[in-house]
């Protein structure tokens, strides 16, 4: 079964960095694109970033374009967020999916993480 795990969030202050890791089972990792969301209270659930299936092309956020990295390790089945110079305006909860392709245009998630409690605050 495809599985997805988010670990690594935590409380950061403002301006601090974090990396939050996503572990893949269950399915031919290297076939599909990959990407993060987040939900904060009250808020819609919204894309943060997404890599394609063989790392080569990335999608970010206006909002976090600058700040965040996603990469993607196909020999570890893990995808990464490595986010920087954090806001409180991204505190949420960060959630791992699996695209419906292989191209970071694919225009929906099939298979989604928990999720893990991303919290900015001094």
């Known amino acids: 079964q495809v599985q997805l795990v988010e670990s690594g969030g935590g409380l950061v202050q403002p301006g601090g960095s974090l990396e939050l890791s996503c572990a893949a089972s269950?399915?031919?990792?290297?076939?599909?694109?990959m990407s993060w969301f987040r939900q904060a209270p009250g808020k819609e659930r919204e894309l943060v970033a997404a890599?394609?299936?063989?790392?080569?092309?990335?999608t970010y956020a206006s909002s976090v374009k600058d700040r965040f990295t996603i990469s993607r390790d196909n020999a570890k089945n893990t995808v990464y967020l490595q986010m920087t110079s954090l806001k409180p305006e991204d505190t949420a909860v960060y959630y791992c999916?699996?695209?419906?392709?292989?191209?970071?245009?694919?225009?929906?998630?099939?298979?989604w993480g928990q999720g893990t409690q991303v919290t900015v605050s001094s």
């Open positions: 269950g399915f031919s990792f290297r076939s599909y694109a």
């Open positions: 999916s699996r695209r419906s392709a292989a191209s970071v245009w694919a225009t929906r998630s099939d298979y």
């Open positions: 890599v394609s299936s063989g790392g080569q092309s990335t």
